[in-house]
């Protein structure tokens, strides 16, 4: 089991953290190590929507793709995302949204655990760094689209 938890606070409103975050087929634009992203299908749930979608990850001689379900909760600022084919024994993430008095106050949570021993090992030595520059990229891009919160 590798877990991260991160809260920071943005100068953007919640609706473009959030916005930013779900737009998954833009990732490879900006975020590390995503080589691709592909969505499968978007339905709309009525409260929510349940977006299936591939990333291809890619760092040094790994590549790999992986399935994940990502819901959508406009309502509550919130997006969940859950492990459904790939590289991993599980992945759960969730990013959450709230306004601040500076703008935005963005938490964001993942646990994962690789299928393979070797490379959970690996993703144990630098997993925190990886996920630290995860969240800065949402940062940048963020920087990058829009204009900040006065």
């Given at each position: 089991m590798t877990a991260h938890a991160e809260t920071r606070?943005?100068?953007f409103t919640p609706q473009q953290m959030y916005d930013l975050v779900a737009d998954v087929a833009r990732y490879p634009e900006f975020l590390p190590w995503t080589a691709a992203a592909r969505i499968r299908s978007v339905d709309d749930m009525g409260g929510h929507t349940v977006m299936l979608a591939d990333l291809v990850v890619s760092f040094k001689v790994f590549r790999e793709r992986f399935g994940s379900r990502v819901t959508l909760w406009p309502a509550q600022m919130k997006i969940d995302t859950s492990y459904i084919d790939g590289p991993f024994r599980y992945l759960d993430s969730t990013?959450?949204?709230h306004p601040a008095e500076a703008g935005c106050e963005v938490h964001f949570e993942v646990d994962f655990e690789f299928l393979n021993r070797i490379l959970q090992g690996a993703a144990g030595m630098f997993f925190n760094e990886a996920m630290q520059r995860i969240v800065r990229a949402f940062e940048k891009r963020a920087h990058?689209?829009?204009d900040p919160v006065t």
């Open positions: 606070t943005l100068p990013w959450t949204f990058e689209i829009y």
